[in-house]
């Protein structure tokens, strides 16, 4: 079983609304309680309504999206997750950027 840890892009299945489709998408991990990790989706587009997070590709340490423009976190959207849910990882975060988010969420 593949470890993941907080700061660690991953994919997930998720749904950003409670009308919206559930969809592969990327996720940042910022919290691990046993078989379960706490993600806050990455959209490309900021939310309308609640606060995005800008992420670009300066903020990973390794890894990263396969787009080259900015992308967003949507903290509002934050949520709970099976670790066995998690199909791929994309990258990790530095240490300041999560720093810097984990205040946030």
Same mark, same amino acid.
């Given at each position: 079983?593949?470890?993941?840890?907080?700061?660690? @892009?991953?994919? +997930? /299945?998720l749904r950003?609304?409670?009308?919206?489709?559930?969809?592969?998408r990327?996720? $940042?991990v910022?919290? *691990?309680?046993?078989?379960r990790?706490? @993600?806050?989706? +990455? /959209?490309c587009?900021?939310?309308?309504?609640?606060?995005?997070?800008?992420?670009?590709? $300066?903020?990973?340490? *390794?890894?990263?999206?396969?787009?080259?423009?900015?992308s967003?976190?949507?903290?509002?959207?934050?949520?709970?997750?099976?670790?066995k849910?998690?199909?791929?990882?994309?990258?990790?975060?530095t240490?300041?950027?999560?720093?810097?988010?984990?205040?946030?969420?």
């Amino acid at each position: 079983m593949s470890r993941f840890m907080k700061g660690d @892009v991953v994919l +997930v /299945s998720l749904r950003i609304a409670d009308s919206g489709q559930e969809k592969v998408r990327p996720a $940042l991990v910022v919290g *691990e309680e046993g078989d379960r990790l706490r @993600v806050i989706p +990455v /959209s490309c587009t900021p939310s309308r309504d609640t606060p995005s997070v800008p992420l670009t590709p $300066l903020d990973f340490s *390794e890894g990263g999206l396969d787009i080259i423009r900015e992308s967003f976190l949507l903290p509002a959207h934050a949520a709970w997750v099976a670790r066995k849910s998690v199909v791929g990882k994309k990258g990790r975060v530095t240490p300041e950027f999560l720093s810097a988010v984990a205040g946030e969420s």
